[in-house]
């Protein structure tokens, strides 16, 4: 495909591949419409923007995150409010959430949207999220960045919310070296947010805007490497949760370990395959581990370290965070790459049991 769009002379952004691409993922994940962009940040940017997300709104979304989901919210002038995990997924609290909603819709101050993070490849427990949100008339956006190939009661990862984003950055399970998608039920929000993406370009032969608009789109050549690369989602969702049990079976057992629970609700990816160290139990801390296999030329990194801890939105509101803070503690991501063989995976567990003093 890569070969076909470049012999094409089809370089240039959009072109038959983007088009094949969004399909091809809608179908996958059964959602109606996408749109495919330049990052999965530029989908969760777009996202807000299309529901008209802006400055004197909150925006409540999970703690225990990467940098770009909360960061989308501060691009839209809107304010966030990070919500603790819950230990069941080390994803967005539904119960936290459900009754903080109530007791904002008491005093008249609910959020605009709610965006729930789907963990190293888990989902949240949507169900019981979207039925919060969905009492409150608040909009969802599932941010599926980390878990494309998961399923949340038999339904794909990434179907959840209002709209929903994907990310085909270097470390994701599928990568178009950068890219992502947003998806959506609403033809007019996916109209709206390609519409925003293509400089706001308005429908006239010369060049016309009444709207500022953006350069998030696709390029033709990499949504090619992406349909090459989801053909292939399925072995590599394999792989990753082959590593997973590989680790299960040679580390489980070791004091103070735990691995990130597969919740009963899905089926996780194990994009990445994360565990928590508690120090006292195991002898040594995360970070002790961490340079133990550093020192054996191993890469492992922390769990991610939560937004309400980030100064630069430490002035932000969190409800709770001692779950997450305690994961970010203890949490460790080990080495995870699809194409992880038998004798990678020994040296890991070979690594760790050496930390043990
Ligand atoms: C949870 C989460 N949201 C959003 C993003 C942003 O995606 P991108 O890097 O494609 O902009 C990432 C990863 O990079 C992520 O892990």
Redesign the pocket.
């Given at each position: 495909m890569l070969t076909d769009a470049v012999a094409s002379n089809w370089i240039a952004p959009l072109g038959p591949h983007v088009d094949a691409f969004e399909a091809e993922m809608c179908a996958r994940i059964d959602v109606p419409y996408a749109v495919a962009l330049s990052?999965?940040?530029?989908a969760?940017h777009l996202a807000l923007e299309v529901l008209g997300v802006g400055a004197g709104d909150e925006v409540w979304l999970s703690t225990l995150?990467?940098a770009?989901?909360a960061n989308a919210v501060r691009y839209v002038g809107a304010t966030p409010v990070f919500i603790d995990s819950e230990r069941a997924s080390w994803n967005l609290d539904p119960a936290l959430l459900a009754d903080a909603l109530e007791d904002a819709a008491y005093h008249d101050r609910l959020p605009r949207a709610v965006i729930a993070?789907d963990l190293y490849g888990q989902c949240a427990d949507l169900e019981p999220i979207a039925a919060a949100c969905r009492r409150h008339g608040v909009a969802l956006i599932e941010?599926a960045?980390?878990a494309l190939g998961a399923t949340y009661r038999g339904r794909p990862a990434g179907s959840f919310g209002d709209l929903s984003i994907l990310?085909?950055?270097g470390n994701k399970i599928i990568t178009t070296s950068?890219?992502?998608m947003l998806l959506g039920r609403s033809k007019a929000h996916i109209d709206r947010a390609r519409f925003l993406a293509t400089q706001a370009r308005e429908p006239a032969r010369h060049y016309e805007h009444t709207t500022v608009g953006y350069n998030y789109r696709l390029s033709n050549l990499l949504a090619a490497v992406g349909r090459a690369q989801l053909a292939d989602l399925d072995r590599r969702v394999e792989a990753r949760r082959a590593t997973n049990a590989y680790y299960r079976r040679g580390l489980g057992d070791l004091p103070g370990w735990s691995f990130m629970p597969e919740a009963a609700f899905g089926r996780a990816t194990a994009w990445l395959t994360c565990a928590t160290i508690d120090a006292a139990a195991f002898g040594a801390d995360r970070d002790a581990v961490i340079d133990r296999l550093a020192a054996a030329d191993i890469e492992a990194r922390p769990v991610w370290k939560p937004m309400h801890l980030q100064p630069v939105f430490r002035a932000h509101r969190c409800l709770g965070g001692a779950v997450a803070e305690a994961l970010f503690r203890d949490g460790i991501c080990l080495p995870s790459g699809s194409n992880l063989t038998d004798a990678d995976r020994a040296r890991v567990v070979a690594a760790v049991h050496k930390t043990l003093p």
């Amino acid at each position: 495909m890569l070969t076909d769009a470049v012999a094409s002379n089809w370089i240039a952004p959009l072109g038959p591949h983007v088009d094949a691409f969004e399909a091809e993922m809608c179908a996958r994940i059964d959602v109606p419409y996408a749109v495919a962009l330049s990052s999965g940040t530029a989908a969760l940017h777009l996202a807000l923007e299309v529901l008209g997300v802006g400055a004197g709104d909150e925006v409540w979304l999970s703690t225990l995150t990467f940098a770009a989901t909360a960061n989308a919210v501060r691009y839209v002038g809107a304010t966030p409010v990070f919500i603790d995990s819950e230990r069941a997924s080390w994803n967005l609290d539904p119960a936290l959430l459900a009754d903080a909603l109530e007791d904002a819709a008491y005093h008249d101050r609910l959020p605009r949207a709610v965006i729930a993070v789907d963990l190293y490849g888990q989902c949240a427990d949507l169900e019981p999220i979207a039925a919060a949100c969905r009492r409150h008339g608040v909009a969802l956006i599932e941010d599926a960045a980390e878990a494309l190939g998961a399923t949340y009661r038999g339904r794909p990862a990434g179907s959840f919310g209002d709209l929903s984003i994907l990310s085909f950055n270097g470390n994701k399970i599928i990568t178009t070296s950068g890219g992502g998608m947003l998806l959506g039920r609403s033809k007019a929000h996916i109209d709206r947010a390609r519409f925003l993406a293509t400089q706001a370009r308005e429908p006239a032969r010369h060049y016309e805007h009444t709207t500022v608009g953006y350069n998030y789109r696709l390029s033709n050549l990499l949504a090619a490497v992406g349909r090459a690369q989801l053909a292939d989602l399925d072995r590599r969702v394999e792989a990753r949760r082959a590593t997973n049990a590989y680790y299960r079976r040679g580390l489980g057992d070791l004091p103070g370990w735990s691995f990130m629970p597969e919740a009963a609700f899905g089926r996780a990816t194990a994009w990445l395959t994360c565990a928590t160290i508690d120090a006292a139990a195991f002898g040594a801390d995360r970070d002790a581990v961490i340079d133990r296999l550093a020192a054996a030329d191993i890469e492992a990194r922390p769990v991610w370290k939560p937004m309400h801890l980030q100064p630069v939105f430490r002035a932000h509101r969190c409800l709770g965070g001692a779950v997450a803070e305690a994961l970010f503690r203890d949490g460790i991501c080990l080495p995870s790459g699809s194409n992880l063989t038998d004798a990678d995976r020994a040296r890991v567990v070979a690594a760790v049991h050496k930390t043990l003093p």
